[in-house]
């Protein structure tokens, strides 16, 4: 597992938080984040920094240079981070409007309305801890797992391509696996067993096919975008 976690960020660094992933899926099988998880974690968390900080003096030095990405201060990039990861479940869940390049916005800290996404999430996590026993346990893992997995491009690391936008589609191929993975157990959770297994409803199939049938549909259309440069700037 650690030569595999070394490929995977030789190939691509997005890949640095899967060492925090671990200790939250930890943290669901066990109910706690117990010691020997904290020491297993060490060698992915060395791999994870070190490699990180090569990306980083690559994208500072390389990629961008003397270019300015962002001017913003911390508090303005916090303000971003709330409406990054609401933009990106709001994609996950319906993928409409899709772009190469989304309009930056402005987090300017004298709007008090620009830190409204993050404190709805912050209370939609504490919604989760509370409800611990009707579901929110499995929502705050999800939840926590979207956020981690977004952690390094939310905007407190400059990446060149922030230069013409904050968020990014391709961005969010790891975070979508919680919101995929969320909604799979909530269906199952409210299809009882014996349905399942014996009756096979035929209209939880159908809607399975026609789900999947949409998606691909919307994914094969996507596709045609990314034909040449031209077809994308257009």
């Not at 912050?122 to 705050?140: D, E, I, S, T």
């Not at 968020?167 to 696996?177: E, G, K, N």
């Amino acid at each position: 597992s650690i030569a595999a976690f070394v490929a995977a960020m030789l190939s691509k660094t997005g890949a640095a938080p899967l060492p925090a992933v671990l200790l939250i899926c930890c943290w669901w099988r066990h109910g706690s984040i117990r010691r020997l998880d904290m020491l297993r974690s060490v060698p992915f968390f060395v791999i994870s920094v070190v490699t990180g900080l090569v990306q980083i003096w690559f994208q500072t030095h390389r990629a961008i240079g003397e270019h300015i990405v962002r001017d913003e201060q911390f508090l303005q990039r916090l303000a971003g981070t709330g409406r990054a990861v609401w933009f990106y479940l709001f994609k996950a869940v319906l993928p409409v409007n899709l772009s190469f390049v989304y309009p930056r916005w402005h987090t300017a800290v004298g709007d008090w309305h620009v830190f409204v996404p993050g404190i709805a999430l912050v209370l939609v996590a504490a919604l989760c801890w509370f409800g611990w026993r009707y579901g929110g346990r499995a929502a705050l893992f999800a939840l926590a797992y979207v956020v981690v997995t977004l952690g390094p491009v939310l905007g407190f690391v400059d990446i060149y391509f922030m230069r013409y936008s904050y968020v990014a589609d391709h961005y969010q191929y790891f975070s979508i696996i919680g919101v995929l993975a969320l909604v799979v157990a909530a269906c199952r959770w409210v299809v009882p067993g014996q349905v399942r297994v014996r009756k096979r409803p035929k209209g939880a199939a159908i809607l399975t096919v026609l789900v999947v049938l949409s998606l691909s549909l919307g994914t094969w259309g996507r596709c045609h975008v990314y034909k040449n440069s031209e077809t994308l700037w257009r």
